[in-house]
């Protein structure tokens, strides 16, 4: 238990998603100018992520890994070579579903979400995310854990920005600097200050 | 007619400076922060880089008027996917060491936007041979961004160049001390930022 709680805290705010792997980053650039917007796709990233990395777990490890076949019949098998077009498949596949269903049952929060449902799918944080779940071979639980702790660091970390970037619309900033220059500074500053959290292990 | 008025020409060149996909019109940018902390890696991600995107858009400027318009985005991922399979494995064979480096970041070239960016922008529009040249200049101009990010980071960060010492012994023994924070993530993304801002200087943006 407390393996998994530590690995909570160091995937949301030690290994930041977004800060510290630099995951996720286009569309954190582009939507990062409103907080509002900012705190309701995090929201869709936290949702997706919890979904798509335990989904990826069971496929990587019943369907996909060496010898994973072998409950099949197929125990020489080695499908690996094929996670890359699986794993992006299949978070197309959940992003398409999880639009439905909200379509369906909650349209006003569907509305409200819009396009960024759908750009979800090639957010590479959520891509990401999975392929480091299968290289560090987490196990189920530590996958739940790790999909929703990156989740919610990438929501911690849009939200910083976008609350920064609203405060220094009233900078007056040297010709050149302002726009991509900036958030990418200010961007740097705010994983500075995560940094601040290296080091805290509870097991 | 001169080398430099040829369409093939100009299509080459704007995506190296006027057009950069990194600096200008702020694409990819994911994987350009994470592989920037040694020179090496960033060479080969250029590479394989430039090799997916210049055979992706030769491969979909082939196939653009084969593609129903509906579902272009599903072939798009799956030409793009298969493709960088390629390179991963090509790397894994023989570059293994710089293959475990880059570890998941060759992968996540799959959702490049540079790469689904000119699949949608360019190769669906023009022919084979202009796409090969755009491929070609994109994946440089992105290139060319993380080796001279890289290099910053590899001499100030370590005190070398592609694994070789740059910063003499004199200097570290007069009290020189190399600046860790340029390896780690915050060094990258401030980098990045004054960089743009030169270039924003320099082209008068």
Redesign the interface.
């Known amino acids: 238990m407390e393996a998994l709680i530590s690995l909570f805290i160091e995937s949301v705010f030690i290994n930041n998603i977004l ?8 569309t954190f ?1 582009a939507c990062s100018k409103n907080i509002f917007t900012a705190h309701k796709l995090g929201l869709a990233v936290i949702f997706v992520l919890s979904i798509t990395v335990p989904t990826n777990w069971l496929i990587n490890h019943f369907l996909l890994s060496p010898g994973a076949l072998a409950w099949m019949g197929f125990p020489t098998v080695d499908l690996s ?1 094929l996670h ?2 699986v794993f ?1 498949a299949t978070i ?1 596949a959940m992003v398409q579903i999880v639009e439905m269903v909200m379509e369906r049952y909650d349209p006003a929060l569907h509305s409200s979400l819009g396009i960024f449902l759908p750009l979800i799918a ?3 944080a959520i ?2 995310t999975s ?2 779940m299968r ?1 560090r071979q987490y196990n189920f639980s530590e996958s739940v854990v790790f999909g929703l702790g990156s989740g919610i660091g990438w929501y911690l970390a849009i939200v910083a920005m976008a609350a920064v970037l609203q405060k220094l619309r009233y900078a007056d900033l040297p ?3 302002d726009g ?6 200010t ?3 705010i ?2 200050a995560f ?1 601040a959290f290296a080091g805290i292990k509870l097991s | 007619m001169k080398i430099s008025k040829t369409a093939a020409y100009k299509t080459f060149t704007a995506p190296l400076v006027s057009a950069n996909p990194i600096a200008v019109a702020v694409l990819g940018i994911c994987s350009a922060l994470a592989v920037t902390t040694q020179v090496l890696p960033s060479i080969v991600m250029m590479v394989a880089m430039t090799f997916v995107l210049a055979s992706s858009n030769v491969v979909i400027s082939l196939l653009r008027n084969y593609i129903p318009k509906n579902i272009r985005i599903i072939v798009e991922l799956v030409v793009i996917a298969s493709l960088v399979i390629l390179a991963d494995q090509l790397l894994k064979a023989f570059l293994y060491d710089v293959s475990k480096q880059l570890s998941v970041f060759v992968s996540l070239i799959v959702t490049n936007c540079i790469i689904m960016g000119r699949a949608e922008a360019f190769a669906l529009g023009n022919g084979p041979w202009l796409s090969f040249w755009d491929g070609l200049g994109n994946g440089l101009g992105y290139g060319y961004i993380l080796v001279v990010v890289s290099a910053f980071r590899e001499l100030l960060g370590a005190g070398t160049l592609l694994g070789f010492q740059i910063v003499p012994d004199a200097a570290y023994a007069a009290g020189y001390v190399d600046m860790g924070l340029m390896v780690l993530a915050p060094g990258v993304f401030i980098t990045i930022g004054l960089l743009v801002w030169l270039q924003n200087k320099w082209t008068g943006r």
Do not use: D
């Not at chain 1, 991509?180 to 500074?185: D, K, S």
């Open positions: 800060l510290a792997l630099f995951l996720g980053m286009c650039l070579f890359l077009v992006i197309a090639v957010n590479c891509l990401g392929l480091f290289e010709k050149g600097l991509f220059a900036i958030n990418m500074i961007t740097g500053l994983a500075m940094m």
